[in-house]
């Protein structure tokens, strides 16, 4: 069982930049590839960025490639996503999850989410 415990959300404005984290329980978190899902409100859930359990392999959607970067830190269960150049389309519910296998589509694991709302 993996709990995960999304913080770092607020209100910026456009331009700016916010980093996002993902604080993971229990000892086996760097076993877990993660990834940060984002939900607006009447939007289905988007994957916004994904990365292995090492760290050597991530993944970004089309609308943040460029802007965010996602890291992680094995030693201390976190995974950050650091959010720059933020626009008012970025602004939704912000989620962490887990899922034990890089290669497969579905999380096992999600956090409770954090609201990033982007003024223009």
């Known amino acids: 069982q993996v709990q995960l415990v999304e913080s770092g959300g607020g209100l910026v404005q456009a331009g700016g930049s916010l980093r996002l984290s993902c604080a993971a329980s229990?000892?086996?978190?760097?076993?877990?590839?993660m990834g940060w899902f984002r939900q607006a409100p009447g939007k289905e859930r988007e994957i916004v960025s994904a990365?292995?359990?090492?760290?050597?392999?991530?993944y970004y959607g089309d609308s943040v490639k460029g802007r965010f970067t996602i890291s992680r830190d094995n030693a201390k269960n976190l995974v950050y996503l650091q959010m720059n150049s933020l626009k008012p389309e970025d602004t939704a519910v912000y989620y962490c999850?887990?899922?034990?296998?890089?290669?497969?589509?579905?999380?096992?694991?999600w956090g409770q989410g954090t609201q990033v709302t982007v003024s223009s």
């Open positions: 990365i292995s359990n090492s760290g050597l392999s991530t």
């Open positions: 999850a887990a899922k034990r296998t890089w290669g497969t589509k579905d999380y096992d694991y």
């Open positions: 229990g000892r086996t978190f760097s076993r877990y590839a």
